[in-house]
């Protein structure tokens, strides 16, 4: 199961490419619902169900906890390091025009970003294959965050690659192995059994991670070009979304 739906997730990625290739104006909401139902994801199942498998506490504080906020700071120090985050567009962008050379550092700049996220991806599959050693249902709404976010995460890929000046054939192989990066991913966690505590610890840190995609990448994105309601009533729908499906899973 945790590979079939990792597969799921190889598709979503593609289809976000796909959709960076050729959508209109509506990216936007699309993004703003899969921000909501990975924010639904972390309050309602992922740090609950870390909380219950590992309650042991380190001074005073919930070790899952401890590592939700891990997860957090972990990302926004890796996205610092290697200039992944969308804030940094406005300081490289200028420099991606007219830079045609093969080894243009903006474009080195534009592949190590996508190599990031093609290894977060690896960690997206290791998740569902983690969350359903955890439990069918925390396996199942893992699995529906992880393929919403894949979308951004193929769409995002894309649109990095080929904004800092790479063409489309190399923004297409990137594209690629983000895709096949889930799959991997699942694939590992089928050698072996988690014990319960890591397993806990491993849903706070993957918790944190989540919570961080969906508010310092996702949501900004989808509200720089058009900051609408219809944006922000997407993302309370998909909130909405995880709460329904968790609440009939159980």
Not at 186 to 202: E, H, K, R, S
Request: with cysteine; net charge negative.
């Amino acid at each position: 199961m945790p590979v079939l739906i990792a597969a799921c997730a190889f598709a979503m990625t593609l289809v976000g490419g796909i959709v960076a290739h050729r959508i209109g104006d509506r990216r936007h909401l699309v993004l703003g619902l899969a921000a909501g139902l990975m924010l639904g994801v972390v309050g309602f199942d992922l740090l609950p169900e870390a909380l219950e498998t590992q309650p042991r506490e380190v001074f005073g504080v919930p070790a899952a906890l401890l590592m939700f906020v891990a997860g957090f700071l972990a990302l926004h120090i890796i996205e610092r390091s290697v200039a992944i985050h969308r804030a940094h567009e406005g300081e490289y962008a200028p420099h991606a025009h007219g830079h045609g050379h093969a080894h243009d550092p903006v474009k080195g700049i534009g592949i190590t970003a996508a190599a990031a996220l093609v290894g977060h991806s690896v960690m997206d599959g290791f998740a569902i294959g983690a969350a359903f050693q955890a439990g069918s249902t925390v396996g199942i709404v893992v699995a529906i965050a992880v393929v919403s976010h894949d979308f951004a995460d193929g769409f995002n890929t894309y649109t990095i690659t080929r904004m800092y000046g790479n063409g489309q054939r190399r923004a297409q192989m990137l594209l690629t192995a983000d895709a096949l990066a889930p799959v991997a991913g699942a694939a590992v966690t089928l050698a072996f059994t988690i014990p319960a505590g890591v397993l806990g610890l491993y849903l706070g840190f993957f918790a944190g991670f989540l919570l961080y995609l969906a508010t310092s990448d996702i949501l900004p994105e989808a509200h720089s070009p058009h900051p609408s309601s219809s944006t922000l009533l997407c993302t309370v729908a998909g909130a909405g979304i995880m709460w329904l499906v968790i609440g009939l899973a159980d």
